[in-house]
């Protein structure tokens, strides 16, 4: 098992929707979740960390975590064409004592 | 806050040359450093991580005499290619993190080097 998986996608939005994007992680005592985004030829940039569970609420994006399950997602309202990107969920895990990341899901937000 | 800069931000060099990357923190001070490889349309993977005043620790697989790893000051790591052959040809990312200012392991990245090695 993976320590953090993500689907591939290519996950397909119209523009204006709630994109969900979902990540699952293997070490129970995991601490510290983050979403980055990935736009194409350039380095991730930070949208959201999380530490608890529940809801973190940024702007139009939403990121929750479920620790029982070992699920955190990422949600996206009001879809626009400039969230098509690749996002990467990334977790710190004290078990491996480092941040490990998924391989990424690709959204695609069409106008 | 939290920027984090890159030099170059690409590189050309010959097959048995040796590069060296910077990456620098601008407005804080890393603690932590990462280098982080990716080949296209990969993931990221990480390379090695770098505590300002010791040696790095590399990843399994990631051979650290050939991936010269310098974390000198709480601003800069270097990561140095020796002997770079074309499979080496990859886009080359650091990150840096701080407890302090940017909560717990967060990581802010540099853009990006890519290194095409003839």
């Known amino acids: 098992q993976k320590e953090v998986e993500q689907n591939s996608g290519p996950l397909s939005v119209p523009e204006g929707a709630i994109a969900s994007l979902n990540c699952t992680y293997s070490?129970?005592?995991?601490?510290?979740f983050f979403w980055y985004r990935q736009y194409s030829g350039k380095s991730p940039e930070l949208i959201m960390s999380?530490?608890?569970?529940g809801d973190k609420e940024d702007g139009r994006f939403t990121a929750q975590l479920n620790k029982a399950s070992q699920y955190v997602s990422l949600l996206i309202r009001d879809s626009q064409p400039s969230d098509s990107a690749t996002y990467l969920c990334?977790?710190?895990?004290?078990?491996?004592?480092?941040?490990?990341f998924g391989t990424g899901t690709k959204l695609q937000v069409i106008p | 806050g939290a920027v984090v800069s890159q030099h170059p931000s690409w590189v050309i060099c010959k097959s048995g040359t040796s590069v060296k990357i910077e990456c620098r923190s601008l407005?804080?001070?890393?603690?932590?450093m990462f280098w982080y490889r990716q080949f296209p349309k990969q993931s990221l993977m990480l390379m090695a991580t770098?505590?300002?005043?010791?040696?790095?620790?590399?990843e399994q697989g990631v051979e650290k005499d050939k991936f010269l790893i310098n974390h000198a000051s709480l601003t800069l790591s270097t990561l140095t290619v020796t002997s770079a052959h074309p499979e080496d040809s990859s886009f080359y990312i650091c990150?840096?993190?701080?407890?302090?200012?940017?909560?717990?392991?967060?990581?802010?990245f540099g853009p990006g080097t890519r290194l095409t090695v003839l």
């Open positions: 990150s840096a993190s701080t407890r302090v200012l940017a909560g717990v392991n967060e990581q802010f």
């Open positions: 999380i530490y608890s569970n």
């Open positions: 070490d129970r005592v995991s601490q510290s």
């Open positions: 770098s505590n300002e005043g010791s040696k790095a620790t590399y």
């Open positions: 990334a977790v710190y895990s004290g078990g491996y004592q480092k941040v490990t």
């Open positions: 407005d804080f001070q890393a603690t932590t």
